[in-house]
């Protein structure tokens, strides 16, 4: 009886002077979360479009165009969670410049329920993926790579499962991109094609189609 009134004391005494330990956890947790200006900015560079066939869901694209706007929302929000001093902010800006300063790019997230079909980033693909240039030129793209659903990618992209893939596609840039890399001023395109079915999404202030 002894004992267990010791064990009750105990427990009594840890609730009261951890309840300050709880509220603190319970402020970093929800500083730690992603900002609806981030999603806002996200939401607005994202397309998405879903082909059925015979009301099963036969291929679903989400693309994000990573425009300038949406890259300094990425990079604001990064360094507000990684808590970045203004250093590793600009170091982290050049890289991001570096690696896109002569490319468009997209990230895509696919489903499709045949896994072996989703296969992008293959040379022998069965998907044939383009863009549009300047005056409805095709662009056949540069590089697709898969990328790995790791807790960050999930957190900055929520549209990204695990029973899908989530990839980067490359494109050339037309000479008039950096003056119009807008959703308003650009027509920017990005269309799966295959025998699976066929989409285009639209970054003109319009749906996808």
């Known amino acids: ?36 200006e981030y999603f806002d900015t996200l939401n607005k560079y994202t397309r998405e479009k879903t082909v059925y ?28 969670l990684y808590l970045l001093t203004a250093a590793d902010k600009e170091q982290r800006r050049d890289i991001l410049s570096d690696t896109s ?14 896994r072996e079909s989703n296969d992008f980033s ?38 990204v499962k695990p029973y899908g893939k989530f990839y980067s596609v490359k494109f050339p840039k037309s000479p008039s991109s950096d003056k119009s890399d807008t959703v308003a001023e650009d027509g920017s395109e990005l269309v799966f094609t295959g025998v699976l079915g066929k989409m285009e999404l639209k970054w003109a202030g319009g749906k996808a189609r």
Do not use: N, Q
Request: proline share 4%; glycine share 6%.
């Open 1 to 36: 009886m002894k004992t267990l009134r010791i064990v009750l004391i105990m427990f009594f005494l840890v609730g009261i002077f951890g309840c300050s330990h709880v509220k603190e956890y319970i402020e970093i947790a929800g500083d730690d979360t992603i900002s609806g």
């Open 122 to 159: 293959k040379p022998d693909s069965v998907w044939r993926v383009f863009s549009s240039g300047e005056g409805g030129k095709r662009l056949e793209p540069l590089d697709i790579r898969e990328i790995d659903s790791t807790p960050l990618v999930t957190k900055f992209f929520p549209y």
């Open 101 to 114: 300063s002569d490319l468009r790019e997209f990230l895509f997230y696919a489903y499709i329920p045949d």
């Open 53 to 80: 066939c015979e009301f099963e869901t036969s291929i679903r694209i989400v693309a994000t165009w990573k425009s300038r706007e949406f890259m300094d929302a990425y990079l604001s929000e990064y360094s507000r």
